[in-house]
Nanobody, 125 residues
Framework: QAQLVESGGGSAQAGGSLRLSCGAS????????MGWFRQAPGKEREGVGA????????YYGDAVKGRFTISQDSAKNTLYLQMNSLKPEDTAIYYC??????????????????WGPGTQVTVSS
């Protein structure tokens, strides 16, 4: 069964760091793009970062630029999100997503077909 599974969420103090991982398994095809999205209570899901799997080119949402870094380990079929200088407003459920075919708008969640169940990140002040 094809699935994405996130791990590494938890609690951190403002200014601290966390690293999220997303393992992909069971897929019979390669993904063109993978991304991290988040959703806070009462808010829409927003794009945090995305990567083109073939080129490694990355994109980031304005709220996390300079603080978060997305990376991939193709040999391990794993996507990472390194989160530094965390702020209370980073508190949300973080989701890993994948998109089989490429295209524009890498941070648009409705263009992704495959999703993990999410992992909670809580940042306290």
């Amino acid at each position: 069964q094809a699935q994405l599974v996130e791990s590494g969420g938890g609690s951190a103090q403002a200014g601290g760091s966390l690293r999220l991982s997303c393992g992909a398994s069971g897929f019979t095809f390669s993904m063109n793009q993978m991304g991290w999205f988040r959703q806070a209570p009462g808010k829409e899901r927003e794009g945090v970062g995305a990567i083109y799997c073939d080129t490694g080119r990355t994109y980031y949402g304005d709220a996390v630029k300079g603080r978060f870094t997305i990376s991939q380990d193709s040999a391990k079929n794993t996507l990472y999100l390194q989160m530094n200088s965390l702020k209370p407003e980073d508190t949300a459920i973080y989701y890993c997503a994948a998109r089989r075919y490429g295209g524009n708008w890498p941070l648009q969640p409705n263009l992704y077909s495959y999703w993990g169940p999410g992992t909670q990140v809580t940042v306290s002040s």
